[in-house]
């Protein structure tokens, strides 16, 4: 069914894939960013979503100029997607990165709470599983990375994330609410796999930060489509990643000579990706459409 969906950071590398499989899917998308999506068929509306009351603003506008047509004042949406922050350190000095992330994520999902929202999205990330942005080099605790993996990040960015799932957890608590948090892998955008993915296949030693996986940008669409469409898990965390790792060698053989002092808790499928995406699919129902092999020739 056609749902009215609020975006938010929709005009950037994951949010616009994420509009477009909205949109193919045939919902009604509202993007909220600080920048115009260059979409004719979404309407931006520039909004600050570090200040709570644009953001409460914004969660009661109309979707596109043709609301003011009829009698019908602007309703809430049926749900409501947080993709907006700084996705990573250094993009800012490291408090205004948890500043921004913290209050932004606060913000959307007080609001769309408080307006009657009944269906919550947020971005999380692959960086809360501690190693993607740690000092130096670090093992992982144990593979397969799951959702239930005690998540121990020692930076601005990945803290703030961690944030953000427990104020998902709040709240959705509280209002009784879904509030489903994706911890998002290394996001890949089409033209990508021609160039970076390459390197990340033939150097694997330069993705164990990203654990060997990743996101197509366009299966991150349809993750939070399969997410909007499952109501009643009330708040959950899900990694969101594809299926397969991104190395030549089968997952157990590579991980168990990569990373000989890490224990594997259960046996993995041949080519299962290290943050595995187990759970989605078991959940979600989720069935990749952009497996990497597809574009990337060996
Ligand atoms: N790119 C990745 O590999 C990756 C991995 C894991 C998680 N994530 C998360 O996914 C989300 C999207 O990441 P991305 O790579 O598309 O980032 P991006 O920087 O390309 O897009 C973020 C968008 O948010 C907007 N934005 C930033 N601050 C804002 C504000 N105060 N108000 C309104 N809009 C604002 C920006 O203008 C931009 O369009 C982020 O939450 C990020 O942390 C990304």
Redesign the pocket.
Known sequence: MAKRIVV??G?????RHVIQYLLSAGHSVLN????ILANPSVHTLK????DSGQVFNALTTHFNWDGYEGTSLPTPADAVIH?????DNMIVPDNATFK?NVI?TYNVIEAACKLGVKKIII?S???TYGVCCAQGDADFHSFPLEEDYDVDPMDSYALS?ICGEQNARAFARRFKVDIYALR????IEPHEYATDFANFVNNPASRKRNAWSYIDARDLGKICDLCVKKDGLGFQVFNATNDTITTKVPTMEFLRSACPNVPITREMGEWEAPLSNRKIKEVLGFEEDHNWRKYVSL
Request: aromatic share 4%.
């Open positions: 938010t950071g005009s950037g590398k994951a949010g909220l960013d600080l920048v909004t600050d979503v570090t993709l907006a922050a700084y996705p921004t932004s971005a990330s692959e960086t994330k998002i892998g290394n996001v």
